[in-house]
C-alpha cells in the first residue's frame, strides 16, 4: 500500500516537474524568434517535449501501481500530450489574431492622438496670434497716453503688506517703434532686474544683448536670463567680469546719465530696439520709494 501511494506521489511530482520545465522551455523558445519559427515549421513535437517526457515518465509510475505495462503509460501520456499540443497551436492562432487586432488599435490611436497634437498645436498658435494682437494694441494705447501726458518714462507699484504704503517697484519705457519694452524692476525682496519684452519676439536667454549708449562710440553685452515659467527675458543684476559684460550698476548708470539707449536684440535677424532716456531718472530713481 504504501509502496503503490509513493508511487502514485512520484509519479504527479513527474508530471508537475514536466509542466513547469514545459513553461521554461517554451519561455527559452519564444525569447528566441528565429528558435520559436524553426520548431514550428519543422519540428512541432519538440514544443512539447518537456511535458511529454514527465507526463510519461509520470503516468508510467502512476499506472504501474495498477500493474499496467509501461507501454501503456507512455501511449497515455502520447494522447494527452497531442490534445495538449492541439490546444496549444490553437491559442497560438487565437494569439495571432488578438495581437494583429491590438496593432491595428494603436496604430489607429497613434492616428488619432496626432490629429489631436495638430489641432491643439494650431489652437495654441491661434490663440498667440491673438494675444500678440491684443498686446499690441495695449502697447500702442500705452505710448499714447505717454505722450499725452508728455512723460515717456512710467513707474508704478504695490502696496507694501506691512506699512500699507504703495511703493514704486517698476519704471518701463516703450521703445521708440512701439514694439519692445524696457522695465527696470527693484522687487519687494530687494533682488533688481530689468526685463526686456518685444512683441512676437522670442528672445534665446542663453545669447547676450549688446547695449549702446548715445555717448559712446561701442557697445557692450550684458548676460540674459528668462522668467520662471516664461518665455521672456530680462537682464540680470549679476554679469560675469571675465566674459567683458557690463555691469548692472554701470548699465543703470547709463540709463540716468543718457539721452538714449539701444539694444541689440538677439534672434536669427537681429535689430536695435531704441528707448529715448527723457525723464528716466525721475522713474527710476522713485523705485523703492512711496508713491505719493
Request: one cysteine or more; proline letters at 2%.
Amino acid at each position: 500500500m504504501f509502496l503503490n501511494l509513493l508511487k502514485m506521489v512520484i509519479g504527479i511530482g513527474l508530471i508537475v516537474g514536466g509542466g513547469i520545465l514545459e513553461v521554461m522551455w517554451l519561455g527559452f523558445l519564444f525569447g528566441s524568434v528565429l528558435g520559436i519559427v524553426l520548431v514550428l515549421i519543422f519540428a512541432r513535437h519538440l514544443l512539447v517535449m518537456p511535458w511529454t517526457i514527465g507526463m510519461a515518465a509520470g503516468m508510467a509510475c502512476i499506472a504501474s501501481t495498477d500493474k499496467e505495462t509501461l507501454s501503456s503509460g507512455v501511449e497515455d501520456a502520447k494522447k494527452v500530450s497531442a490534445k495538449f499540443l492541439r490546444l496549444f497551436l490553437k491559442f497560438i492562432k487565437i494569439s495571432a489574431v488578438v495581437f494583429v487586432l491590438v496593432l491595428l488599435g494603436a496604430g489607429g490611436y497613434r492616428l488619432y492622438e496626432k490629429n489631436e497634437q495638430e489641432n491643439l498645436e494650431k489652437k495654441i498658435a491661434q490663440e498667440r496670434q491673438e494675444k500678440i494682437k491684443t498686446k499690441l494694441q495695449e502697447r500702442q494705447l500705452e505710448i499714447y497716453r505717454a505722450k499725452e501726458r508728455n512723460a515717456e518714462w512710467i513707474f508704478w507699484g504695490e502696496v507694501d503688506p506691512a506699512s500699507g504704503k504703495k511703493i514704486a517697484r517698476t519704471a518701463s519705457i516703450t521703445s521708440e517703434d512701439g514694439l519692445c519694452e524696457l522695465t527696470v524692476q527693484k522687487r519687494i525682496n530687494g533682488s533688481q532686474l530689468t526685463g526686456l519684452d518685444c512683441i512676437g519676439v522670442t528672445i534665446p536667454p542663453n545669447e547676450d544683448v549688446n547695449i549702446n549708449f548715445d555717448t559712446q562710440n561701442f557697445s557692450r553685452t550684458m548676460d540674459i536670463d528668462n522668467y520662471t515659467d516664461s518665455d521672456d527675458v530680462y537682464i540680470r543684476s549679476y554679469q560675469s567680469d571675465y566674459l567683458g559684460h557690463m555691469s548692472y550698476e554701470s548699465f543703470t548708470t547709463g540709463l540716468l546719465a543718457n539721452n538714449k539707449v539701444a539694444i541689440k536684440i538677439p534672434i536669427d535677424d537681429s535689430f536695435w530696439a531704441h528707448f529715448t532716456l527723457n525723464r528716466s531718472s525721475n522713474a527710476i530713481n522713485s523705485l523703492g520709494r512711496e508713491i505719493k
